[in-house]
C-alpha cells in the first residue's frame, strides 16, 4: 500500500483544478499585458481570479498580490513593510516558518532592525501578555505570527493578536499558509495587515499564491521589473497557476466543513490508535480540535535505536511522512521548532498530515507498521 500523509508538505492537485487549469493552458496563452485579445482575455482571467479570492475572504480584489507562493509573500511584506515605514524593531516567536525566520534574521544580522522573540510554552502557544511587554518596551513594531505552526498544527488567536497590535499601532504580518483553505477568513473582522497564501497546500498547483495587503497599507515591490501586479510586482503573471489558486480556494470554501469534520476524525483516529498500539507515545504542540490545526498531527515516539532511520523505515513501508518541515527535509538538521518549545531530542519526533484523500484504511495500515518498527527498535 502507498500511503501519502504529508499534506503539509504539499497536496495532490484537486482534479477540478486540473480541468481549470488545462482548459486555460489549451485556449489562453496571451501574454495578460499586451492590449490585443488574446492578452485581453488573460488579463479577464486574473482578474477574475483575484475577485474570486477578495469575495472569499472579504477583502478588496485591489488587496490581492499574486507571487509565486508563500515564501515570496512572506518576504514582500517583511522586507517591504519594515523599510517602507522605516521601522527598527520586529517581534516573531522562534517556532515560526523559515520563511518568516530567516528573513527577520537577515534583517537583524544587517543591522536594519532589532529583533524579540515571544515566549511560547511546551505546546508552542504564544504568550499573549508577553507580546504586550515587548510592543510596551520598544518603539513602533512589526509583528509577525503564524495562523498554525507547520509542524506543530498550534493554532494562534490571530484576531487576539490583531486587537493587541492595533492597540500598539504595530503593524502585522500573519503567514497563513497552512490554514488558508482550512479555515475562514473574514479579514473584515482581524485587524491585519499582511496574510500570505500557497495555492499548493490546499489542492492547488504549486508555484502561486499571493499576499494580501491591506488598503491601508503603502509599500513598495520586493521585485522589480515590470508594471504587472499593479506595478506591484515585475514579472509575466502566471496566469495557469492563479486561476488553478482561485478555484481550489474556491473548492475549499465550497467543502470546508466537509472536510473539516472528516479530516479531524482522520486525526483523532490516528491519535486514538496509536495511544493503543505503542506505549509511550506522546504528541508535540496541542492536539485538542479547538487549538489545534485539524491537518496535523506530530507524534512523539519512544527513544529508540537508530531513531534517525525511523523516516526511512516508514517510506521503505510506502508510508510518505515528514520528519518536521519539508523545507529542511534531506538536511540532518534539527527542527528549530522542537528544540524551541524543549521537545526531548532522543525521542524521534514525526509529523503525519492529512488531507481529503486520506482513509482509515491508509490509517490502520500506517499505525500497523509504526507498532512493528517500535517494537523491533524501542529501548528496553
Not at 485538542?288 to 526511512?312: G, H, I, K, Q
Request: aromatic share 8%; proline share 3%.
Amino acid at each position: 500500500m502507498k500511503v501519502y500523509l504529508d499534506n503539509a508538505a504539499t497536496t495532490a492537485l484537486d482534479a477540478e483544478v486540473l480541468k481549470e487549469m488545462y482548459q486555460m493552458m489549451e485556449s489562453q496563452y496571451g501574454n495578460p499585458s499586451s492590449i490585443h485579445s488574446h492578452g485581453r482575455q488573460s488579463r479577464a482571467a486574473i482578474e477574475k481570479a483575484r475577485k474570486t479570492i477578495a469575495t472569499l475572504l472579504h477583502a478588496a480584489p485591489s488587496e490581492i498580490f499574486f507571487t509565486s507562493g508563500g515564501t515570496e509573500a512572506d518576504n514582500m511584506a517583511i522586507r517591504s513593510g519594515i523599510a517602507d515605514y522605516q521601522l527598527k524593531h520586529a517581534i516573531t516567536s522562534r517556532t515560526e516558518h523559515h520563511a518568516v525566520l530567516h528573513t527577520l534574521e537577515a534583517l537583524e544580522n544587517n543591522g536594519l532592525i532589532k529583533l524579540s522573540f515571544v515566549r511560547t510554552d511546551e505546546k508552542g502557544n504564544i504568550d499573549l501578555q508577553h507580546l504586550e511587554e515587548l510592543l510596551a518596551g520598544n518603539e513602533r513594531s512589526f509583528v509577525s505570527l503564524m495562523h498554525a505552526n507547520n509542524e506543530l498544527g498550534t493554532l494562534t488567536d490571530i484576531k487576539a493578536v490583531g486587537e493587541i497590535c492595533q492597540r500598539f499601532d504595530a503593524i502585522f504580518h500573519c503567514d497563513t499558509v497552512q490554514t488558508m483553505g482550512h479555515y475562514p477568513h473574514d479579514l473584515q473582522d482581524i485587524h491585519v495587515h499582511f496574510i500570505t497564501c500557497a495555492a499548493h497546500k490546499f489542492h492547488g498547483p504549486k508555484g502561486a499564491g499571493f499576499l494580501y495587503i491591506n488598503h491601508a497599507v503603502k509599500i513598495r515591490p520586493l521585485i522589480y521589473g515590470g508594471s504587472q501586479e499593479r506595478n506591484m510586482r515585475g514579472g509575466t503573471e502566471n496566469l495557469y497557476g492563479i486561476a488553478g489558486l482561485a478555484k481550489a480556494l474556491e473548492i475549499a470554501y465550497r467543502e470546508m466543513d466537509e472536510h473539516k469534520t472528516y479530516i479531524q476524525a482522520l486525526k483523532s483516529y490516528m491519535k486514538e490508535q496509536l495511544e493503543a498500539a505503542i506505549p509511550d507515545i506522546r504528541f508535540n504542540g496541542e492536539t485538542d480540535p479547538d487549538r489545534s490545526l485539524y491537518t496535523v498531527l506530530n507524534v512523539s515516539f519512544p527513544e529508540m535505536e537508530m531513531a534517525d532511520m525511523l523516516l526511512f523505515n516508514l517510506d521503505i513501508a510506502g508510508i510518505s511522512a515528514s520528519g518536521g518541515s519539508a523545507c529542511s527535509s534531506g538536511t540532518n538538521i534539527g527542527s528549530h521548532v522542537l528544540e524551541a518549545i524543549g521537545a526531548n531530542p532522543n525521542r524521534p519526533a514525526v509529523r503525519f498530515s492529512f488531507s481529503k484523500y486520506n482513509t482509515r484504511e491508509e490509517i490502520d495500515y500506517t499505525v500497523g507498521k509504526l507498532k512493528e518498527i517500535c517494537k523491533v527498535q524501542v529501548l528496553s
